[in-house]
């Protein structure tokens, strides 16, 4: 296969905290992706994030190793509550982020409108798999890059791109959740708090484990019984999208909607980095400076090995991986329930 050497595609990593930070890119980030401690964000979980001082700490410090900072803002804001997005918005730019990355039209207008120097990127939250939808972000919001859902084929991204007039990011490693998406209500309804608007995902103050008289672990969210395991099995972090639930004409418990996996794209590489990808996403900002290392390292070594023609194996980050399980999801043939 013939990969274009001129082609380096920026390696993306997860921050939750500073340390974090630095952590991503003294392991050879080219690029973090972090938020505020707020809604604005769709990882807004507490002890996680980034306060104003914090952030232009962190700015400076990846800029000096010629690294660059991405600011999330890929939340939905709610009826009356703009300004606090308008505010992350502006606090953005005043503090010297490389980009911001939105999801909502409202945002992506305000950011246009008051600061048209920003680099806008389109989230993965925004939903856009088509070259229409695309070209119009691009257009209304002059949005340099995308970041597609995890729903294409290595075959359309390459068609994808050789259409539209914005760079192209897609996730490699991590959670393996496709978008903005009707199950996420889900969470909303057995917590009150809402993924895409709140930013939270399963707060952790909901999960409660339980030991039931067979000695099985039971995982619950705000007393909705998520998942049992045994104490051989590996559970995965209570997400009701992720659950296993008995459903009719079966008798046996079953992920009715997701096995919990991760998604590893490393023996896809040579074909990304074909396509014309310009950028590797790594999900994970919930995670700690331990994996952030790891994981971080091992792709930057993976991405520079296929760049030189050579092979590449991350078969030990399986261990990383929720529930101990990858998959290459859609990216190379879609199988869907």
């Known amino acids: 296969m013939n990969i274009n050497t001129q ?3 920026e390696l993306v990593c997860p921050a939750g905290t500073p340390a974090s930070l630095r952590t991503a890119v003294d392991s050879g980030a080219d690029t973090v992706y972090c938020g505020f401690q707020n809604a604005t964000n769709a990882r807004n979980f507490p002890g996680l994030n980034f306060t104003p001082a914090e952030l232009e700490e962190s700015i400076a410090y990846a800029h000096a190793h010629k690294a660059q900072v991405l600011v999330a803002l ?5 009826a009356g509550q703009f300004p606090l997005w308008a505010n992350a918005v502006d606090l953005a730019y005043n503090l010297g982020a490389d980009a911001i990355i939105v ?3 409202g945002v992506a207008l305000y950011a246009k409108n008051k600061h048209s120097d920003l680099r806008l990127h389109l989230s993965v939250q925004a939903g856009a798999p088509s070259i229409e939808a695309i070209k119009f972000y691009c257009e209304e919001f002059d949005v340099k890059r995308v970041v597609l859902p995890r729903i294409l084929t290595i075959t359309e991204i390459k068609s994808l791109k050789q259409e539209i007039p914005c760079e192209i990011e897609c996730f490699i490693f991590g959670n393996h959740g496709l978008m903005a998406e009707g199950r996420c209500s889900l969470t909303n309804y057995a917590t009150g708090l809402s993924t895409n608007m709140d930013g939270i995902c399963s707060p952790a103050n909901f999960v409660s484990y339980q030991v039931d008289a067979n000695r099985n672990l039971r995982t619950e969210l705000n007393r909705f019984t998520i998942d049992s395991f045994s104490c051989s099995q590996n559970p995965g972090y209570p997400t009701i999208c992720k659950g296993r639930y008995t459903v009719a004409h079966r008798d046996d418990p079953y992920y009715a909607f997701e096995e919990p996996l991760s998604l590893n794209l490393a023996s896809l590489l040579p074909e990304l980095i074909a396509a014309g990808v310009d950028a590797f ?6 995670r700690s400076k331990a994996y952030i290392q790891s ?43």
């Not at 996403?281 to 919930?286: A, H, L, S, T």
């Open 7 to 9: 082609h380096k595609p």
């Open 281 to 286: 996403k790594i999900e994970g900002r919930q």
């Open 103 to 105: 999801a909502d039209i």
């Open 74 to 78: 890929n939340t939905f804001p709610p």
């Open 295 to 337: 994981v971080v390292s091992s792709w930057r070594k993976a991405i520079d090995s296929v760049l030189e023609g050579g092979s590449v194996n991350m078969d030990h980050l399986l261990s990383l991986t929720e529930g101990h399980k990858q998959t290459l999801g859609a990216y190379e043939t879609k199988r869907w329930r």
